[in-house]
């Protein structure tokens, strides 16, 4: 009974750079999220997608930052020409349904280093 | 604007001690609440989870209360152990929006022997 899986656990990529962080929910969850904690702050919403659609991207930067989740696949959060205020981790979550009222699950996160 | 705070920022408590873990939000049009456990460099892990219409939830040496409409929620950790050592978040999931939870800072909490 896997849980949300992210891949992969650690990323650097140099300034300039495109990062690809991946998500598979877990078994039976159609709904997913993206969170981003930023050192010594609290985690802050991204984007939440469903199968082929996404949802809320309130919490998206406005450039370089997307998020896909295709019918077939993991989830994709993409960050082109990624700058040193990019380094964070980045943690996945899926629930069960869109209110979540099984709450939420999360994974053990990507943490990308911009050097 | 949803907020959340958790107080203490951080903790250092002897093994065997119980002690309450803090959290107030601004808006009490919420909709559940969930405590987790991060242990550095690691994911989230989910702890307990409270509906809107609960007053509190229990697991084990755990248990959570929400008095919502004081905008608050505790955290109680009976007979602490090293164990236990994380940092504690509290986040909630607000009425308003379908989608995204708001989370509190954190407490750090430490269990010496």
């Known amino acids: 009974n896997a849980g949300v899986m992210q891949n992969p656990r650690h990323l650097v990529r140099r300034r300039g750079q495109e990062a690809r962080l991946r998500c598979s929910p877990m078994?039976?969850?159609?709904?997913v999220y993206w969170y981003r904690q930023l050192p010594e702050e609290g985690l802050k919403f991204m984007v939440y997608?469903?199968?082929?659609?996404?949802?809320?991207e309130s919490g998206m930067p406005k450039e370089r930052f997307s998020a896909e989740f295709p019918k077939e696949g993991p989830s994709i959060l993409r960050i082109q020409q990624v700058v040193r205020g990019d380094s964070a981790a980045y943690f996945c979550?899926?629930?069960?349904?869109?209110?979540?009222?099984?709450?939420?699950?999360f994974g053990s996160g990507t943490r990308l280093t911009v050097v | 604007k949803q907020e959340v705070t958790q107080i203490p920022a951080a903790l250092s408590v002897p093994e065997g001690e119980n002690l309450v873990l803090n959290c107030s939000f601004t808006d009490s049009a919420i909709y559940n609440l969930q405590w987790f456990r991060q242990d550095p460099g690691k994911g989230l892990t989910s702890l307990l989870l409270i509906q809107s219409s609960q007053r509190e939830q229990t697991s084990g040496r755990l248990n959570a209360s929400l008095d919502k409409s004081s905008g608050r929620s505790t955290l109680y950790i009976a007979a602490s152990q090293p164990g236990d050592s994380a940092t504690y978040l509290c986040a909630v999931k607000d009425t308003g929006t379908a989608s995204k939870l708001t989370f509190g800072t954190g407490t750090r909490l430490q269990v010496t022997l």
């Open positions: 997608l469903q199968k082929e659609n996404i949802i809320d």
């Open positions: 979550a899926s629930s069960r349904d869109r209110p979540a009222n099984y709450g939420y699950t």
């Open positions: 078994k039976g969850h159609s709904h």
